[in-house]
């Protein structure tokens, strides 16, 4: 995974790019008519219920925008929230606190839906010993925010992109020559290059399971479409050799069922590119 000194770089970067789309040469509506002096007050309202996301991501966006405004945080992100409650209040420049505004809702209102939906399928999995993975399965440009809102509503993060860890998926085999080419290419790529990436090898069925198995170094086997019973068998074939990941449509009805096949992780696009916004408005007090 990405650093803590690389993801604030991506965050940097989102917050720079999402002004400059959003502000351009100024906010002439709030220039227009009212008074580069004039201070105001804006708190954030909760219009539904869910998981809160985003108070960390919007202060910072403040911060970009004007280092005077003040927040004050009512409520950290990953708590439930209910309609009525107040996350916080910010306070400054009231063309400060209206430039901000769309980027602050924009973002919290994606990361509290995916925070949301993310504790529920984490809330699937209680008592089982697997974890819920996200995907690369993003909103282009903002996946530190995606990707960071799964991580506050109780789930893992899998690689953050394509430069920090190997996966080998079907495209990859087939172009590749095969299983056992596409890994023994690959621990060749990584020793000439002198990288230390984590290997995860896609398997489409139990005869690939038993492949990948014969060559050593591969971190996690991804079984890709596995029905419950050869989930069951493979996780048994594959014993304490490597993690297990299942993926491939599995959703809220059927992701207890693979969980209990034993699979170490079970990742899912849903939970970045399924959602429903989570209602937020940022009021004047």
């Known amino acids: 995974m990405i650093s803590k000194s690389q993801l604030e770089k991506e965050l940097d970067l989102i917050i720079t790019n999402a002004v400059r789309e959003d502000v351009g040469d100024g906010d002439h509506s709030s220039l227009a008519c009212i008074p580069a002096q004039a201070k105001g007050k804006a708190k954030l309202l909760v219009k539904d219920e869910g998981i809160l996301a985003g108070v960390d991501f919007a202060k910072k966006v403040f911060a970009h925008v004007d280092e005077q405004l003040q927040i004050e945080v009512l409520i950290k992100d990953g708590t439930r929230v209910k309609y009525g409650d107040i996350a916080f209040y910010v306070t400054g420049s009231s063309q400060s606190i209206l430039k901000a505004e ?24 209680k008592g089982t010993n697997t974890k819920i993975l996200d995907t690369r399965k993003t909103t282009p440009g903002i996946r530190a925010l995606e990707k960071w809102a799964v991580k506050i509503g109780g789930g893992e993060n899998h690689r953050f992109a394509l430069y920090d860890m190997i996966m080998l998926k079907d495209n990859h085999i087939d172009f590749a020559g095969g299983i056992t080419k596409a890994i023994s290419k690959t621990k060749s790529y990584l020793q000439k290059n002198n990288k230390s990436l984590k290997i995860i090898v896609e398997a489409r069925n139990l005869d690939e399971v038993s492949e990948i198995l014969k060559s050593e170094g591969v971190y996690r086997i991804l079984l890709d479409n596995f029905n419950y019973t050869d989930t069951k068998k493979a996780v048994k074939l594959i014993g304490d050799q490597c993690l297990t990941e299942s993926s491939g449509g599995i959703n809220e009805k059927t992701i207890r069922k693979y969980a209990e096949c034993g699979v170490d992780f079970i990742s899912s696009g849903a939970l970045t590119h399924s959602v429903y916004n989570t209602d937020l408005s940022l009021k004047a007090v």
């Open 102 to 125: 769309r980027l602050v809702l924009n973002a919290m209102q994606r990361m509290s839906a995916i925070a949301t939906k993310t504790h529920y399928f984490v809330g699937l999995l």
